[in-house]
């Protein structure tokens, strides 16, 4: 069966969408082909990637148990099931004992040759949310690194754990830190809270970067809008950590963006999230 990854957190702004578009489209940098299924009824991801959507197809599909609808896009090896405000609905239309296992029904009805299936979900643990857990293998949870969204965690683990009665081969592979600043004294606070949580599960960090707040905007994740920019960097290192963590090795760096002209730097890669930066302490605000 194909690897299914949701990309989730009970607490919004985190960097969920941001994380699920760009992971998303730097696996298929890597040469991986990749289906984003949009289950936010907001249809930000969707929006991501250029595509404008009401989400009537996808609530159709779901409501007659057929395979999803697949659209292209302009990003190279993604293809997106797109979502919008009508499926918003769908806490009203499916009720009782197999509710929540919809998505992985018509999953398995959709035709494609992907490698990956990543799911963006909103932050609730409504009918969109248990349908992507009931159909995952993998979870990646992207916190903000704050003191509000280590809490968040704490609840997104609990949930997980809920669900495992009903699908025991779901489980967190990466806990990802977004918005993260450095050289602030509270995020090296937090990463040590989150690796005390999660030991060999949190990821190099995403750091605060403008390019990642445009590119939405654009209808691109942000390695077609900002191909070099910390944003796109801190992202194809993160694609390369997650990859390692659900597949249980790695393709050397230089060997997995060889075919798209991008360089590694793992002089850079190695210091993302584990090195604290030499300053003084009056630099840590």
């Known amino acids: 069966m194909k690897r299914v990854v949701s990309v989730v957190n009970l607490k919004g ?5 941001t994380t699920a ?4 489209a730097c ?19 969707s929006m991501s990637v250029g595509i404008m959507n009401e989400g009537g197809e996808l609530l159709d599909a779901l409501q007659s148990k057929t395979a999803l609808p697949v659209v292209s ?8 099931v797109p979502s ?3 499926m918003a609905t769908a806490n009203q239309w499916f009720t009782g004992d197999n509710a929540n296992e919809i998505l992985f029904h018509c999953l398995g009805l959709t035709r494609g040759d992907w490698d ?8 609730s643990l409504g009918f969109h949310t248990m349908n992507a857990l009931m159909t995952s293998q993998h979870v990646i949870v992207p916190v903000e690194a704050s003191p509000l969204g280590l809490n968040g965690l704490k609840q997104m683990a609990v949930a997980i754990e809920a669900v495992k009665p009903l699908n025991p081969e779901v489980k967190i592979d990466a806990v990802i830190p977004c ?6 004294r509270i995020h090296w606070e937090i990463m040590d809270n989150l690796k005390e949580m999660f030991p060999g599960k949190v990821s190099p960090i995403i750091r605060e970067n403008v390019a990642l707040t445009e590119a939405p905007g654009k209808g691109k994740p942000v390695i077609m809008t900002a191909r070099v920019s910390k944003g796109a960097d801190d992202y194809r290192l993160v694609t390369m950590w997650v990859d390692e963590q659900i597949n249980g090795k790695a393709e050397p760096a230089a060997e997995q963006f060889a075919s798209v002209g991008v360089q590694s730097n793992p002089a850079t890669d190695i210091n993302y999230s584990y090195q604290k930066p030499s300053v003084n302490d009056n630099d840590l605000v």
């Open 13 to 17: 702004g985190v960097g969920k969408t």
């Open 21 to 24: 578009v760009n992971l998303a």
């Open 27 to 45: 696996w298929g940098e890597m040469g991986k082909k990749v289906l984003l299924v949009d289950m936010d009824p907001q249809g930000s991801a």
């Open 73 to 80: 896009t302009e990003v190279p090896n993604l293809d997106l």
């Open 84 to 86: 919008g405000m009508a």
């Open 116 to 123: 990956l299936v990543v799911i963006d979900c909103p932050p």
């Open 179 to 184: 918005r993260a600043h450095r050289r602030r």
